[in-house]
């Protein structure tokens, strides 16, 4: 079983990552030539490409947090109904807690994307006190949060992944694990 949520894991992480990166990097760069063309379409030189970069980078970083959170409801939709190492979570229909939905839209994952969420902001809480504890007795940072960033919160964002996983057939009654 442990296997299946591994294999679970890694395919949403992979699909995780794709997406938020994919999509940040084209809202980015469109934001990029828009403020480039909004500003008189200087000749290209080294010094605009530069400038044009630091732009990129800039909003890479604000349009990923925003992204991050598109991707999180979409991915959440190609995580039922897949089998791996013999196991697949199943979305059970509002009407009749026997049938299950196959497939699994984005209206159907409403309800289970609220709870999931809510899930993984506590389990992200969790490892954030946790990193504050270690932070404060190990390290030698003079302020609280001088090690956190948007990647750090990715990570941490990635790991609860995985144990929300575990918990949410437990935590949400329309989700449940069957052999395939």
């Keep these: 079983m442990s296997r299946f949520y591994l294999l679970l894991w890694l395919r949403w992480l992979t699909r995780l990552t794709l997406c938020s990166l994919a999509l940040a990097s084209v809202f980015s760069l469109?934001?990029?030539?828009?403020i480039y063309v909004n500003q008189g379409t200087q000749s290209l030189n080294a010094e605009v490409w530069?400038?044009?970069f630091e732009i990129f980078k800039f909003w890479f970083?604000?349009?990923w947090s925003l992204t991050l959170l598109i991707a999180l409801f979409r991915s959440l939709k190609y995580v039922f109904n897949?089998?791996?190492n013999g196991y697949e979570l199943i979305l059970l229909?509002?009407?009749s807690k026997s049938e299950y939905?196959?497939?699994v839209g984005y209206g159907d994952l409403i309800k289970v994307w609220r709870k999931w969420l809510t899930?993984?902001?506590w389990l992200v809480g969790?490892?954030?006190i946790v990193a504050l504890i270690f932070t404060a007795l190990f390290t030698a940072y003079d302020a609280i949060f001088d090690w956190f960033n948007i990647y750090v919160l990715y990570v941490f964002v990635l790991l609860a992944g995985y144990f929300s996983f575990t918990f949410l057939s437990a935590r949400c009654k329309l989700v449940k694990v069957r052999k395939c």
């Design 30 to 34: 469109l934001v990029t030539v828009f």
């Design 50 to 52: 530069l400038a044009l």
């Design 61 to 63: 970083v604000v349009l």
């Design 82 to 84: 897949s089998c791996a």
């Design 93 to 95: 229909s509002c009407k």
């Design 101 to 103: 939905i196959s497939p």
């Design 119 to 121: 899930l993984m902001i």
């Design 126 to 128: 969790a490892q954030m």
